[in-house]
């Protein structure tokens, strides 16, 4: 996260860090990508965020990636689905989405706690220009590389014709994804960040609205971050989680 602030603890308790490691070797599993608890059993990642044969883990409730913290869950992931539309190309991603299947027993996997709690579906659009937040373990203004605490910023819903206009993304942007952050640029989502949290208030609740998914470097000013539209996915999501009941 460009230009973000440190997360109190409780604050951010539906962000996963999505780690991975080579199938059977014996090396420490690595954090790859960010990514949200929609449901005990279940987290929405970014479809980019999936690589193949790897095994795959989720850390929730933890702040600092370098310290084992007695609020964290570390849970192994059974299955990884990736939208069967996911596509990339030199310019963009398309239908950048992918949900996680969590290792667990009777619907039971990641144990709700002050510090791990699921976030709603968006059930509408969101207007233009109202706030959201991003959060994650991507890289930052100074290092370049992903930061050890989690961060957080606010970012602007972005009008999806000003940001398709020609000095900004142009005509790759389509209705599978929109952009938010600051047209002046300094706040923004980076590498790492990808997969993880853009949440809205709505109806009091914070609903998962995106997923970082691309942009044109990081910070950049008429170079806003690009989320995953997750309202063009809700039926998607719903079909591929309500086969297990959990
Ligand atoms: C990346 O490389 C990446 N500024 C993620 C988000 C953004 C840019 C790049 C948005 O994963």
Redesign the pocket.
């Known amino acids: 996260i460009?230009g973000g602030l440190k997360v109190p603890p409780g604050a951010v308790p539906w962000q996963v860090s999505l780690q991975v490691k080579p199938k059977n070797s014996n090396r420490r599993f690595t954090p790859i990508?960010g990514g949200v608890l929609i449901k005990s059993c279940w987290v929405l990642t970014?479809g980019?965020c999936i690589q193949s044969s790897m095994d795959r883990q989720v850390v929730l409730g933890s702040l600092s990636l370098n310290d084992v913290e007695p609020t964290e869950q570390v849970i192994q992931v059974q299955e990884a689905i990736l939208h069967e539309n996911y596509r990339e190309t030199r310019e963009a991603v398309y239908n950048d989405i992918a949900l996680l299947r969590l290792e667990g027993t009777d619907g039971i996997c990641a144990n709700e706690t002050q510090f791990v709690k699921t976030a709603c579906l968006p059930d509408a659009q969101l207007p233009d220009g109202m706030e959201c937040k991003i959060s994650g373990w991507?890289?930052t203004e100074e290092s370049q590389t992903g930061s050890n605490h989690l961060l957080e910023a606010n970012v602007m819903l972005i009008n999806q014709e000003k940001c398709a206009e020609p000095d900004i993304y142009g005509r790759v942007l389509d209705d599978t994804m929109f952009c938010a952050?600051h047209l002046m640029g300094g706040v923004?989502?980076?590498?790492?960040?990808?997969g993880g949290p853009l949440t809205c208030e709505q109806n009091t609740n914070s609903v998962v609205y995106g997923l970082?998914?691309?942009?044109?470097?990081?910070?950049?000013k008429n170079?806003?971050?690009?989320y995953t539209r997750v309202t063009h996915f809700l039926d998607w999501i719903k079909s591929e989680t309500q086969a297990e009941s959990s």
């Open positions: 460009f990508c970014a980019h991507g890289a952050g923004d989502s980076c590498q790492g960040d990808s970082v998914s691309w942009g044109d470097k990081c910070g950049r170079k806003p971050g690009v």
